[in-house]
């Protein structure tokens, strides 16, 4: 293996778990990295809903500390159209302190804060990384600068990405269920309710008008005022695009590395930063965009495809749908991947007992897998 050469040689514009978490993987293989980061602390402000499924955690290459984590979650109770669909998965993901996550996995880092990237300027042999605190030099540039990330405008020319908003309040409120998320499902948009612990709830929305919309559910659900926190950020979607431009690279959100049903990024930006801290070490930066094709690239077009498709339904095709999962939930509680969406789909195109209409709508979400075109 390659080894990169250990001054500042490679600057990752962003401190986010992301960044924090290559900047880990490459000072294990002998690298030094140096990361940017605009705000003052690892954290702050918090954009994240929180939840994030077990097997972030099994399959991190470092050791993740436990001290972060504040309730686990056994499943989920989906509410659509009046009816009621409780799925039922003992330890399928945690409720986290984003804030605690984020410092946990900065520790020993170069970590210069309070430093904006305004842009970046090609020299014959390095980059000239332009802040508003002076310049700096690397060889490798890596963008791990988020959803609006700066430095995805200049890895591609254009930017066809679609964004979604959301809106999160931690809240004062008894939750129904204590170990299960509440998810209502009104399209094209789902609201959220993830418990924190017996007295503290997480309530959010993804939506156009994501702070409105949730003020409206809260009072619609009784849930109170006593609103202690508000989170709010924007979400990356898209298919594929090249992840690289020469030595400047991509990662995590500003990759738009993201699940599309339901906008997680850690886990897919974790294995995106473990495929580029290997692509960084043996030198071969062309491979990472073909390594993350390989891996994640159906599953976020037939996702992609799906989320499109159910938007588009009609609501008593829908509900056809949901009445099938329904009475198959044991499909979602057996083989559902938290992860990995896409695998319910073939479980539910296959499975007998399907009426046509639901059977054609699945047909035309897996179809996607066998499309280049998106």
Known sequence: MKMVKNDCDIIIIGAGPIGSYLAQLLKLQGARPMLIEEHKELG???????????????????????DCTLNTINGAVIHFGGETLVIRRPEVAYVIDRERFDKNLGKNLDIVFERKFLG??????????????????ADIVVGADGANSSVRNIVRCHNGLQYMRGVQFRMKFEPVY??????????????????????????????????????????????????LEKFAGIVPLE????????????????AAQVKPLTYGGLYMGMRGA????????????TRY??????????????????????????????????????EKVDIIENKGDFENH?????????????????????????????????
């Open 289 to 326: 965009s073909s390594l993350w094709r390989k891996r994640f690239g159906n599953e976020i077009k037939v996702t992609l495809r799906a989320r499109e498709i159910f938007n588009n339904l009609k609501d008593r095709d829908i509900k056809k749908i949901f009445s099938f999962i329904k």
């Open 239 to 254: 298919y594929f695009f090249p992840l690289s431009r020469d030595r400047i690279v991509l990662v995590g959100d500003s």
């Open 120 to 137: 970046l300027e090609k020299n014959k042999q390095y980059y000239t990384i332009e802040t508003d605190k002076g310049d700096l030099k």
């Open 274 to 285: 473990e495929m580029l801290s290997e692509c960084i070490c043996s030198e071969r930066f």
């Open 342 to 374: 896409s695998v319910l789909l073939w479980e539910f195109f296959k499975h007998p007992g399907a009426s046509k209409e639901v059977l054609n709508i699945f047909f035309k979400i897996i179809k996607a897998n066998f499309t280049r075109e998106f």
């Open 178 to 227: 204590h170990d299960m998320v509440e998810v209502y499902w009104e399209r094209p948009y789902f609201y959220w309710i993830i418990p924190e612990g017996k007295t503290t709830v997480r309530a959010g929305v993804i939506s156009k008008n994501p702070y409105q919309d949730l003020l409206n559910f809260i009072k619609d659900k009784k849930m109170g005022q006593e609103i």
């Open 44 to 66: 702050r402000p918090v954009h994240c809903a929180g939840l994030i499924g077990t097997k972030v955690f099994q399959e991190a290459r470092i050791p993740l500390e436990s």
